[in-house]
T-cell receptor, first 113, second 112 residues
Framework: AQTVTQSQPEMSVQEAETVTLSCTYD???????LFWYKQPPSRQMILVIR??????QNATENRFSVNFQKAAKSFSLKISDSQLGDTAMYFC??????????FGDGTTLTVKP | EAGVAQSPRYKIIEKRQSVAFWCNPI?????LYWYQQILGQGPKLLIQ????????DSQLPKDRFSAERLKGVDSTLKIQPAKLEDSAVYLC??????????FGPGTRLTVL
């Protein structure tokens, strides 16, 4: 069974600064996908960024980028130029070959003005 | 395109009562997930459908929870009888096979 661990329950960052959220996972599969989702307070979960395990190049999406270390089973999210609207709970998620989805317990990020 | 729809948005019931949640996925999305999200935790997968077939229900408490996806479109999740520990947000998500999941707004269940 896959597991996803987010070791930082809460983090804070000053507006305009950079923050990195950590995620590690455990799997015996070789072909999988990893995602970061954002859940703002009282709002729906939305996708931030995705990474295919077969791709060595790290995914980027505007101010969001990942550091994917397949051998170490690590998948961290870097948010550059943090904005107040980035305040949310962030979830790391694993998607396996059978489509089974596993989420971490999340990191609550607060961006301070 | 329309998003994932869920109803009701909120439900309060007494323990031992029954409750049902409804989900309408995005058109064309064959994969549908139901999750339970307890406050302060990540979503826990309850059941995964591919069209109208069950792919994974290993974490569904089958003595009290049931789910179906007739005709491979809408889905319902039922709890009977409810327990206090079932208080949570129930999320429905849909996607194309092995792709980004689109989430509904969730149903917040309170069991008294």
């Amino acid at each position: 069974a896959q597991t996803v661990t987010q070791s930082q329950p809460e983090m804070s960052v000053q507006e305009a600064e950079t923050v990195t959220l950590s995620c590690t996972y455990d799997t015996s599969e070789n072909n999988y996908y990893l995602f970061w989702y954002k859940q703002p307070p009282s709002r729906q979960m939305i996708l931030v960024i995705r990474q295919e395990a077969y791709k060595q190049q790290n995914a980027t999406e505007n101010r969001f980028s990942v550091n994917f270390q397949k051998a170490a089973k690590s998948f961290s999210l870097k948010i550059s130029d943090s904005q107040l609207g980035d305040t949310a709970m962030y979830f790391c998620a694993f998607l396996g070959s059978a489509g089974k989805s596993t989420f971490g317990d999340g990191t609550t990020l607060t961006v301070k003005p | 395109e329309a998003g994932v729809a869920q109803s009701p948005r909120y439900k309060i019931i007494e323990k031992r009562q029954s409750v049902a949640f409804w989900c309408n996925p995005i058109s064309g999305h064959a994969t549908l997930y139901w999750y339970q999200q307890i406050l302060g935790q990540g979503p826990k997968l309850l059941i995964q459908f591919q069209n109208n077939g069950v792919v994974d229900d290993s974490q569904l408490p089958k003595d009290r929870f049931s789910a179906e996806r007739l005709k491979g479109v809408d889905s319902t999740l039922k709890i009977q009888p409810a327990k206090l520990e079932d208080s949570a947000v129930y999320l429905c998500a849909s996607c194309r096979w092995r792709n980004e999941q689109f989430f509904g707004p969730g149903t917040r269940l309170t069991v008294l």
